[in-house]
């Protein structure tokens, strides 16, 4: 079987996690913790680091740090994976579910603009929803599929709506925007490490920003907030913490990030060079104002084929092919969620094929998919 996305563990994981047993740091204190936050933050440019349990606790964490409170709403794509709608319930708040451009899949700063204008009122620089008086306390977007968003014209909605941005950046690590770094072109950003991911700890996630004061307060919040060794604690916390044994494998897979990515972006460039002239597929958007992570690549086929079917067909061939995410206006806790029309969301998602895109996956691997799938939709 060619798998989506199988972990690529042949660097230094096992010696990372001798050392571990070795020295007895198994827990949530450790050599490998520290080192990781390090190594996360100067990978992608931003000061400060702190490591969670996983990519959700850290969405979750970073919205609480970020200000978010009880019963206030927090703008997020519906077009994401249900995690940055759990996050921000986990809070106690609520998504305000937006649609995402047709040119990235990312967030509609034009859709972000428009809702906010017409369904909220300004009360001592605070904005907050007309129908239910809710707050609303930050804009969440998402780098989908590793593509930063729109991040220039969501900063401006920001300034002007005073909200900060808490980006969900899960899978974009490595990624690029406008020519530098995306560690620091939202007040905070998160990354998962799950398994699926293109750095993986088994579980596991980084909040990163250059705001001090926001890292260490979710860095606390996540330490079941206490204060010093005694069992002192001024707040609800959380037991969110990454274990030095899920930071030792992470420190180990950071070591390729580089390569990780790289080898991602070739996959995405050879999926697009083969399947771009058929009828009725078309390609996975691209930005000029970012290079997109590509954590996973695929085609988008056009309404003449089912892509359930499609992945069926592909299935039979050894090769794991899956739909992608279902929007989250479309899901059961979700449904009567705020949200602007999604014109783009319901299309999309019907559309997407996701392909093998294992950093492990050998030229003839690919060659093998791109053929199979080629027959398949020749019928
Ligand atoms: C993977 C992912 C998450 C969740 O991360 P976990 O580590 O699995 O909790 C959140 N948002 C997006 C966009 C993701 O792709």
């Not at 991911?197 to 860095?219: F, H, M």
């Not at 950093?359 to 690919?366: A, F, R």
Request: proline residues 3%; glycine residues 8%.
């Amino acid at each position: 079987m060619i798998f989506l996305a199988e972990p690529n563990l042949t660097g230094n994981e096992r010696k990372y996690l001798n050392e571990c047993i070795d020295t007895t740091f198994v827990s949530s204190v450790g050599a490998f913790v520290t080192k990781l936050e390090q190594e996360v933050a100067d990978v992608v440019e931003a000061k400060y680091a702190t490591a969670v349990s996983s990519g959700t606790a850290g969405l979750h964490m970073a919205l609480r740090a970020g200000g978010v409170e009880r019963g206030e709403l927090v703008c997020i794509p519906s077009f994401t994976f249900i995690a940055t709608a759990n996050a921000v319930a986990h809070c106690g708040a609520e998504p305000w579910l937006i649609d995402v451009s047709e040119i990235s899949w990312t967030m509609d700063p034009f859709v972000l603009e428009k809702e906010l204008e017409e369904k909220t009122y300004e009360k001592n620089g605070q904005w907050y929803h007309k129908e239910t008086g809710k707050r609303v306390a930050a804009i969440m977007p998402v780098y989908t599929l590793g593509l930063p968003a729109m991040m220039d014209r969501l900063r401006e909605i920001g300034e002007k709506y005073q909200l900060p941005l808490i980006a969900d950046g899960a899978a974009a690590i490595g990624a690029q925007y406008n020519g530098g770094n995306i560690g620091s072109i939202a007040d905070a950003t998160v990354f998962s490490f799950n398994g699926n991911k293109t750095i993986t700890c088994g579980g596991g996630g980084a909040i990163v920003s250059n705001n001090k004061e926001l890292i260490e307060r979710a860095r606390h919040l996540a330490t079941t907030a206490r204060c010093g060794i005694d069992y002192e604690h001024d707040m609800v916390g959380y037991n969110n913490r990454m274990t030095n044994l899920q930071a030792a494998v992470g420190c180990a897979q950071l070591e390729r990030v580089y390569e990780f990515v790289d080898k991602k972006r070739r996959i995405r460039d050879y999926y697009n060079s083969q399947l771009k002239d058929i009828e009725e597929v078309s390609l996975f958007p691209d930005a000029d104002w970012a290079k997109s992570a590509c954590w996973f690549s695929g085609v988008v086929l056009g309404r003449r084929y089912k892509v359930k079917e499609i992945c069926t067909a592909l299935k039979e061939k050894d090769i794991e092919a899956r739909t992608f995410w279902k929007p989250v206006h479309l899901q059961k806790p979700y449904k009567h969620a705020q949200r602007s029309n999604m014109p783009v969301s319901e299309r999309i998602w019907e559309e997407i094929l996701t392909l093998p895109s294992s950093t492990g996956i050998t030229d003839e691997e690919l060659a093998y998919v791109v053929t199979t799938l080629k027959n398949i939709l020749k019928g």
